[in-house]
């Protein structure tokens, strides 16, 4: 009989590890179990030649590709389980979202946070909305965990390995085929720790793998962390939730400061897209028990926001000026658009916006470059040039 030398048992064993930890799948004891089988293959960039490009595949075009995981998060309370659900009856019933087109299909479900009568109340105001009934939805799958264990992975030592739960989720997905798949949320269904690199790459990575077998995209909806609640980055736990998601959305009140003039206003921001453009922005309105975009502003109405947010800029301006405080037109850390739309006199106005205050001002010839501090020391800052008017 042949025997492996010990030293390409080990090899064969740090291969099977490197695989599993780099693909995203739950690392066993290769004592124990074969290496997966690969479906994977080496092939030359030449033979793309004949073959039509594939398009890109979208759910929502440019907010929720197909075929991989976004992650949707929001803090307690925003409505991101409504605005979530509104998404799976517009998919399952081929109507709009917030305006826009989506790719009509089946829909699964998943809530560990409401019960059937909440599913059942929502559900019923979301058609009621949209002029839609019952026999519209009926490709939408529904799942209530709560109260339930919810977990979709096992936690063993390092390795996370697919739950009861996830096998059923996806014998459902393999039986129904769905172009969405909804996890809400994932302090039910994650059970280890959420800053623990390793883990949350795994994780994803399963998910992920659900969404390549069923061609379909599946979003997880989360809780952002204090600090990305306070950064306003929307970012729950470790930074490799947004590097593991290939689409980040966030749901946020509009406040100014800490006030919260309209409390049915929300934001829907684009956090992340690596097959799209980020930094976009819907402004969302609770009417009657769903959410709706606001129409998109007319020309009056851009003319308006742009002279608020000149009027912010300056004034903000004009009070660190005062406190003899500077700031820059540079990208960094005293950069005058970040710092300032942090500040609660910014009147909820974006750092988008502020950026182009600023630049419309220095286009005009209402600011200019300063100086501060001596030789190496020497920094510049913003100030309004000679002559211009105090905050309108």
Not at 3 to 32: C, K, W, Y
Not at 144 to 161: C, I, K, Q
Not at 189 to 217: H, M, S, T
Request: charged share 25%; hydrophobic share 40%; glycine share 8%.
């Amino acid at each position: 009989m042949r025997v492996a030398h010990p030293s390409i048992d080990e090899g064969r064993m740090n291969a099977h590890r490197e695989f599993q930890e780099t693909s995203g799948q739950p690392r066993t004891d290769p004592s124990l179990a074969t290496p997966p089988e690969r479906f994977s293959r080496f092939y030359s960039a030449a033979n793309l030649q004949s073959k039509a490009v594939p398009p890109r595949e979208w759910l929502v075009e440019g907010l929720v590709p197909n075929k991989t995981v976004t992650l949707f998060s929001g803090d307690g309370g925003t409505g991101k389980s409504l605005l979530a659900h509104q998404l799976a009856v517009a998919v399952a019933s081929g109507c709009d979202w917030l305006g826009m087109r989506v790719t009509q299909g089946r829909v699964i479900f998943l809530s560990a946070e409401d019960d059937e009568d909440e599913l059942h109340r929502r559900t019923d105001e979301i058609l009621r909305a949209t002029v839609r009934n019952y026999d519209d939805v009926s490709g939408l799958t529904l799942r209530s965990l709560a109260g339930e264990d919810a977990l979709l992975v096992s936690e063993r030592g390092p390795a996370l390995t697919a739950s009861i739960l996830f096998q059923d989720l996806e014998a459902r997905a393999t039986n129904e085929q769905p172009a969405l798949v909804v996890i809400d949320t994932l302090a039910d269904v994650y059970p280890a720790n959420e800053n623990d690199r390793a883990k949350v790459r795994q994780f994803v990575g399963i998910l992920r793998g659900l969404a390549i077998r069923q061609k379909c995209a599946v979003m997880l909806l989360a809780h952002p962390s204090l600090s990305g609640l306070s950064s306003g980055s929307g970012m729950s736990g470790s930074t490799a939730w947004n590097n593991s998601v290939r689409s980040r959305l966030y749901m946020e009140r509009i406040t100014e400061g800490t006030r919260e003039p309209d409390p049915d206003r929300r934001r829907l921001r684009t956090m992340k897209a690596n097959y799209g453009p980020i930094g976009g922005e819907i402004s969302l309105t609770w009417r009657d028990g769903v959410f709706v975009a606001e129409r998109p502003p007319t020309g009056l109405d851009r003319l308006a926001a742009n002279a608020r947010a000149e009027r912010v800029f300056l004034a903000l301006l004009d009070e660190w000026a005062v406190q003899g405080r500077h700031v820059s037109a540079s990208p960094g850390v005293s950069f005058a658009p970040t710092v300032f739309a942090a500040l609660p006199k910014a009147e909820g106005m974006t750092k988008h916006a502020l950026r182009n205050a600023m630049e419309a001002l220095f286009s005009r010839g209402e600011l200019t470059l300063g100086e501060h501090g001596r030789g190496v020391n020497a920094r510049k800052h913003i100030e309004r040039a000679t002559g211009a008017g105090r905050a309108r």
